[in-house]
């Protein structure tokens, strides 16, 4: 079955206690992206790759970091959480070729960092 | 930069009413890509319909239908008789280039 899996689903953390949100998809997709989700805000994108060992920015980067060493993994980095971290995560994954393409989402991860 | 913008954070009506969802875009490139997700009361993002910049042919399906107008960068969203099972969030994005931008949502609320 084509999919995105997120791990974990829920976590709670502490203010700087350092925390990794793996995503791996199975579509051999070369692009991939994560996204939070905030009330009233939509879903704005952290970080993307465009394939392996390429990755850039999105809207809202800062506090966060990524790594693509494998095609199907884009794990997603919070090295000192904090507070306004708070909110639900979305990865999501699409073929680069064509920007037409939909692209597939994770469940999500909601994150609460006290 | 590029912009999505969903006016209406919530609208609420009664089952089998017509109900539309708007959605305004702002983007300088010619070639950009419009989707439309829901998102239900389970968590998950689901993909409903994509357009492409070069095709403002309307679309239907079943009790779905979608306007997509280029002159007034617009891309709304019907949902014909509403079903209480279509009570989610909707969101409006863009792609283009690298990125997916999203509007800010709108609940919608059926009730029975």
């Known amino acids: 079955e084509a999919q995105v899996t997120q791990n974990p689903r829920y976590l709670i953390t502490v203010t700087g206690k350092k925390l990794t949100v793996t995503c791996s998809q199975n579509m051999n997709h070369e692009y991939m992206s994560w996204y939070r989700q905030d009330p009233g805000l939509g879903l704005r994108q952290i970080y993307y790759?465009?394939?392996?060992?390429?990755?850039d920015k999105g809207d809202v980067p800062e506090g966060y970091k990524v790594s693509r060493k494998e095609k199907r993994n884009f794990p997603l980095i919070l090295e000192s959480p904090s507070p306004n971290q708070t909110s639900l995560y979305f990865c999501a994954s699409s073929f680069a070729r064509d920007w037409e393409n939909i692209q597939y989402f994770g469940a999500g991860t909601r994150l609460s960092v006290l | 930069a590029q912009k999505v913008t969903q006016v209406q954070t919530e609208i609420s009506v009664v089952e089998k009413e017509d109900v539309t969802l708007d959605c305004v875009y702002e983007t300088r490139d010619t070639t950009y890509y419009l989707f439309w997700y829901k998102q239900p009361p389970s968590g998950e993002l689901v993909f409903l319909i994509r357009?492409?910049?070069?095709?403002?042919q309307n679309e239907i399906s079943g009790r779905y239908s979608w306007n997509f107008q280029k002159s007034t960068s617009s891309f709304n969203f019907t949902i014909t008789a509403s079903q209480v099972v279509d009570s989610a969030v909707y969101f409006c994005a863009l792609r283009s280039g690298n990125m997916l931008t999203f509007g800010g949502g709108t609940r919608l609320m059926v009730k029975p």
């Open positions: 357009r492409n910049s070069f095709d403002e």
């Open positions: 790759s465009m394939n392996v060992e390429v990755t």
